[in-house]
Every structure is written in C-alpha cells, then in structure tokens.
C-alpha cells in the first residue's frame, strides 16, 4: 500500500507574523482607563464634599432647633418685672437664669453667643454646653415685630409679638471666618 504523499514532510500552515499590541495601542489604552479611574475618584471626592456639606446643615438645624425647644414654653418678657427691663434682668448672669424669651436677645440687643470658641457653647434645649462642638456657635436675636409684617423689626416693647432668631455658624480647621450655615427663625407664642 502506497499511498501518495506518504512519505512527504508537512509543512506548517502559515499564520503570518507574531502579532502584539502597538505602543499606540498599548498607549490609547492606558489613557482610556486613566481616565475611567480619575472619573471615578473625582465622583467619590465630589460625593464627600455634599456629605460634608449635608452633615454640616442638619449639625446646624439642630443646633438652631436646640434653642426653640428651649424657649418654646418662656413668656415673652419676665414674670416679676414685666417690661420693665429688654434683654437679662440685673440678676440673671447667666443663660441658667433666664425665665423669659427677651432675655436672650443679650445686653443692648445685640444678639447673644453662644460658641465653642469662648466655652459657652453651643448649648442644648437644657441650657449645657454640647461637648465636641469646636468651630460651631450659635447667636439668638429677639426682635419686636410687627404683627401684620413679621419682617419689619420694631423698638423694643413697641409690639406684643416677638421673632426670635437662632445664625448657626461654623468655622473649620482651615477656614479663615465662621460661615453661616443655617438661619432658623420663629415667633415667640406667649
């Protein structure tokens, strides 16, 4: 038996060259997973920076808030002497004493502090200091006001209906000035 070719040599089938990627190749790919990683580390920092900001808001909403729980049941001016003082009377020295809502607009009207820079504060709806608050204060204003128009301020005894006010700011490690975060307003009920 015989068979023709049997004794011939094979031959490889060709398959051309070895083939790999190109430096272009290699080069356009690199760039485009680059640039996938960056989105996506750009994305998680931007992510951060909103958590921040949102914890920062409902921080100061609370801290506003700590103040209207705690004035929510004081008359509007002080049981004992009626009117007859605006702000603390000459024996309250501090926020333990306060038994009105007019005591808490400060000495001259100018607002009263409460902030973790000096140690007064912020405070909670029991008057203490909130520990673990650095950078974070709290001002209340008190302000007679018009009762047809609760945003025109008026003198000092001239209205029967106040607006209190509670400015949240926060200062942070690296911020030059405190920036106001929340501003929180109601009107005193009684």
């Excluded at 609370?62 to 705690?70: C, D, S, T, V, W």
């Excluded at 490690?173 to 009684?190: G, H």
Aim: proline share 7%; aromatic share 8%; glycine share 8%.
């Amino acid at each position: 038996m015989n068979t023709p070719n049997a004794g011939a040599k094979r031959e490889p089938l060709s398959r051309g060259p070895a083939r790999g990627f190109t430096l272009i190749e290699t080069a356009l790919a690199t760039v485009i997973v680059g640039v996938g990683v960056l989105a996506m580390v750009s994305a998680q920092a931007a992510f951060h920076q909103k958590n921040s900001w949102s914890t920062h808001v409902s921080t100061a909403m609370r801290l506003g808030n700590e103040i209207r729980e705690m004035t929510f049941n004081l008359p509007r001016h002080d049981p004992v002497t009626g009117d007859a003082y605006w702000g603390p009377e000459p024996r309250e020295d501090w926020v333990g004493d306060y038994d009105d809502v007019d005591d808490f607009d400060g000495e001259a009207g100018n607002g009263l502090v409460f902030s973790a820079a000096d140690g007064t504060g912020p405070i909670n709806a029991r008057r203490e200091v909130i520990p673990g608050m650095a950078g974070w204060s709290q001002t209340v204003r008190v302000m007679c006001v018009d009762p047809f128009d609760i945003t025109s301020e008026l003198e000092d005894f001239e209205s029967s209906m106040l607006r209190v006010e509670v400015v949240v700011h926060y200062q942070g490690p690296t911020d030059d000035q405190p920036i106001e975060i929340t501003r929180v307003s109601w009107i005193a009920p009684k």
